[in-house]
């Protein structure tokens, strides 16, 4: 086989929750072009259904999904949905989190998240959005590729889940220091332990399973904090927006095959040194 045709995803149906939002938007947009029906799944019906739209505006097989990926019901749902539409799920992409941003948009939400004082009930929030709605999401997807005898499952965690957050480059508003909060280091560890898991599990089978930790994405963010931050990267700057495309085709596809149980790090060298 021609090396380039093993990124192939012809014929397959990708799942991606999450599939509204800044990653997820990239990654059904990649898996689409390589081929792959697309399922985008998200909380926000109507980002969702535009995005859809959007994919098919360029023949790409997509639909929207409503989903609530802390719920067993609604997840379930989500499954039958994208069966009955493409009569199977081939890849399952868990993007849908909960992630504290430090953009000028997001950054005044932030300044209570000092671990001494921090909200068991935004703790327990984190805990059901980024490590139980992967659980129910890679259990519901498993039993259809258990019936196929195979799938790729990508569970999206963090170079946070390998390394603790240096509270140091965070900025200060109004005099009040900001903190990376607890819970998003914490699940997204939490991730890499479930991925290896389900990898094992599997053993035996064709159905693989990965994670994806990608490193921090530019988003406008403050100079000050782009800069403290670029400067612990190796490649001496944050990734750009597109800059995980590549890793999540090569996950997804057969170009990985031999491949399971893994991290894939994309972070420009940020946990290298």
Request: hydrophobic share 45%; aromatic share 8%; glycine share 8%.
């Amino acid at each position: 086989m021609i090396i380039i045709d093993k990124f192939s995803l012809d014929g397959r149906t990708a799942l991606v929750t999450g599939g509204a939002g800044l990653l997820g938007k990239q990654f059904t947009q990649t898996l689409g072009e390589a081929g792959a029906n697309i399922v985008v799944a998200d909380r926000d019906f109507e980002a969702a259904f535009i995005h859809a739209q959007h994919l098919r505006e360029q023949n790409i097989h997509a639909i929207a999904v409503n989903v609530n990926v802390t719920d067993p019901a609604s997840v379930a749902a989500m499954v039958d949905h994208t069966v009955l539409e493409f009569g199977g799920v081939d890849v399952l992409v868990n993007c849908a989190a909960l992630d504290p941003k430090f953009d000028p948009k997001h950054v005044n939400e932030h300044t209570a998240n000092a671990f001494e004082s921090y909200p068991l009930a935004a703790w327990q929030a984190s805990l059901e959005v980024n490590v139980t709605g992967v659980f129910l999401s890679c259990q519901a997807v498993a039993r259809k590729m258990v019936e196929q005898g195979s799938g790729s499952i990508i569970n999206i965690s963090s170079t946070y889940g390998l390394v603790a957050p240096d509270q140091r480059i965070y900025p200060s508003v109004d005099g009040q220091p900001q903190f990376k909060p607890v819970d998003y280091p914490v699940t997204k560890a939490a991730i890499l332990g479930l991925t290896r898991y389900i990898a094992a599990y599997y053993a035996g089978t064709r159905i693989r399973v990965n994670a994806l930790s990608p490193g921090g994405i530019y988003q406008n963010h403050e100079k000050d904090f782009t800069e403290q931050y670029s400067a612990k990267v190796i490649l001496g700057r944050m990734a750009q927006e597109d800059e995980m495309n590549g890793a999540v085709l090569f996950l997804a596809s057969d170009a990985s095959s031999y491949m399971t149980g893994s991290n894939l790090v994309v972070d420009g060298g940020f946990t290298a040194w």
